[in-house]
């Protein structure tokens, strides 16, 4: 790209309406809320998608990104991906981890329940989901009878795609114990890589899929026993909230559980779940 270039598109700047048209969409199709404040940051960000297809002006760009070619096209999904964050890490939130395990798995198999089903909502590139299938995994070695199924999901492909290959920096599972990520993961060979995968056996214990929170579920009512829906509501709007909280919980069995996020508080939007601990609810039996 040649100076002039530069300076057409950098020097562009999304005008009030095209930041609307931008709030609107994503409210609808997401139900994620984008503050007036945000439209510095959807500038830059979106600077980035002008630069990558070449139209270098904001109005034509959404015109395209939000028609039927650019959904067709994956640009509507590589602009979605531009908004949202998908930061996650291995034991993230690791209190919640301990929950599971201590609480959660020891009055499951109490119960003589037979299969555990449980679902990351919003899983981003996976390291939510093999966390769990890595506590699930210890928990079945210590339990044989125990058994469980795995599902995740995300609105967006690429991240799903990325968490189905289950290839991860070396940086991401640095403070992991040792004996997990040695039961759990290969590590490159060659030094320069610096890469590790999650092995075969983990990987086939989680079931991705794209799903949007916003849409029906696939799953029958009140047949999980937990749901992971951790800092995603934390970006939708108040009235999106509390409609993907009640289609949740109408999931989740009676006694069962839903994770969110431990910055995010939930109780205000149903009536049928209880905080048990921070960021932990349980659904209320009959
Ligand atoms: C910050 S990540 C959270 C990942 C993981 N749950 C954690 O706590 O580490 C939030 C994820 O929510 C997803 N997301 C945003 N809106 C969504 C929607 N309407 N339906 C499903 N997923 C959505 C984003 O794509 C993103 O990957």
Request: with cysteine; hydrophobic share 40%.
């Amino acid at each position: 790209m040649d100076y002039s270039e530069a300076v057409k598109i950098y020097s562009q700047q999304l005008s009030e309406t095209e930041f609307k048209r931008i709030q609107e969409f994503m409210l609808k199709q997401l139900g994620v809320k984008l503050n007036p404040i945000k439209i510095v940051m959807v500038n830059s960000r979106l600077i980035k998608r002008l630069k990558a297809t070449g139209i270098y002006n904001f109005k034509e760009y959404l015109d395209y990104a939000l028609s039927i070619q650019g959904k067709r096209d994956g640009e509507l999904e590589r602009m979605v991906d531009e908004l949202t964050t998908h930061k996650t890490e291995f034991f993230r939130e690791v209190e919640h981890f301990h929950f599971l395990r201590d609480i959660v798995l020891p009055e499951f198999v109490k119960g003589q329940n037979n299969l555990f089903q449980i679902w990351s909502a919003g899983c981003s590139t996976g390291e939510e989901a093999y966390t769990i299938a890595m506590l699930l995994n210890e928990f079945k070695l210590a339990n044989p009878g125990f058994n469980y199924s795995i599902f995740a999901s995300d609105v967006s492909n690429a991240v799903v795609v990325k968490a189905i290959r289950a290839i991860y920096s070396n940086r991401t599972v640095e403070e992991m114990d040792k004996r997990f990520l040695k039961r759990y993961f290969l590590v490159s060979r060659d030094n320069n890589e610096q890469k590790v995968r999650v092995v075969k056996e983990l990987r086939d214990k989680v079931q991705f899929s794209v799903q949007n929170l916003v849409d029906n579920y696939p799953f029958q009512n009140n047949s999980l026993d937990v749901i992971f829906c951790r800092n995603t509501l934390i970006y939708f709007a108040d009235s999106s909230k509390k409609k993907v909280v009640q289609k949740l919980t109408e999931k989740i069995k009676p006694g069962g559980y839903l994770f969110v996020g431990l910055s995010e508080t939930i109780s205000q939007y149903s009536t049928e779940i209880k905080q048990v601990s921070p960021s932990v609810y349980v659904k209320k039996q009959g």
